[in-house]
């Protein structure tokens, strides 16, 4: 009898253990991050830097996108990208050899290191019903994009590396405030100084 209770004390003991393990193992998964997030820029050189405030305009940014878009792909674009309450991206979709136009629409969340991520909000093609993952990953092998913007279609959204913009003097740029509705959009500006 007295092995009996010994041995259902440690059967009890040992999945006690086992429920804290996983218990704590989920607990631990739930609070972790996403791993899904696309994260940049992690390379950052140590170099001492002074830091500019700059505050724009909505008419001012697309002329500097549409600069930005031209240089950094290298080829004609058959797409463009504007700023109205939103980040719109205009294009063409080629269906059974007809161009059929393609409009999609983002807001945008600034990130703590200054990029910004586009949410995917609305979209049309022409008539089609079609899903947006699919709609994204035709964008994302088709048009010339710049090395520094990342499509995700699985996320539906874009990630806009703007602090791996290869400015002049290697200076950097990281996004403050990008409040379209407001046109309320702050950068800071970070020359280097040594």
Same mark, same amino acid.
């Given at each position: 009898m007295l092995? #009996?209770?010994?041995?259902?004390?440690?059967?009890?003991? !040992?999945? +006690?253990i086992v429920n804290i393990i996983i218990a704590l193992t989920v607990s631990f998964l739930i609070?972790?991050?996403?791993?899904?997030?696309?994260?940049?820029?992690?390379?950052?050189?140590?170099?001492?830097?002074?830091?500019?405030?700059?505050?724009?305009?909505?008419e001012d940014l697309n002329d500097l996108i549409d600069y930005y878009l031209t240089r950094e792909t290298k080829r004609p674009l058959n797409y463009d990208v504007t700023l109205t309450d939103r980040v719109e991206l #205009?294009?063409?979709?080629?269906?059974?050899?007809?161009? !059929?136009? +393609?409009?999609?629409?983002?807001v945008p969340e600034v990130q703590e290191n200054g990029d910004?991520?586009?949410?995917?909000?609305s979209m049309s093609i022409g008539r089609l019903q079609v899903p947006?993952?699919?709609?994204?990953?035709?964008?994302?092998?088709?048009?010339?994009?710049p090395e520094w913007v990342t499509i995700s279609p699985s996320e539906q959204l874009i990630y806009v590396g703007i602090t791996e913009l290869k400015l002049q003097g290697d200076t950097k740029v990281k996004l403050v405030n990008f409040d379209l509705e407001k046109d309320d959009l702050v950068f800071r500006l970070y020359v280097p100084v040594e």
């Open positions: 092995q #009996r209770i010994k041995s259902w004390k440690s059967s009890f003991f !040992i999945l +006690l609070f972790l991050p996403n791993g899904n997030k696309i994260m940049f820029n992690k390379n950052e050189d140590e170099r001492k830097r002074v830091g500019f405030t700059i505050q724009s305009n909505k #205009r294009g063409e979709i080629t269906v059974f050899e007809r161009n !059929i136009p +393609l409009t999609m629409t983002f910004v991520i586009l949410n995917q909000d947006v993952a699919m709609v994204l990953k035709y964008v994302a092998d088709n048009y010339p994009l």
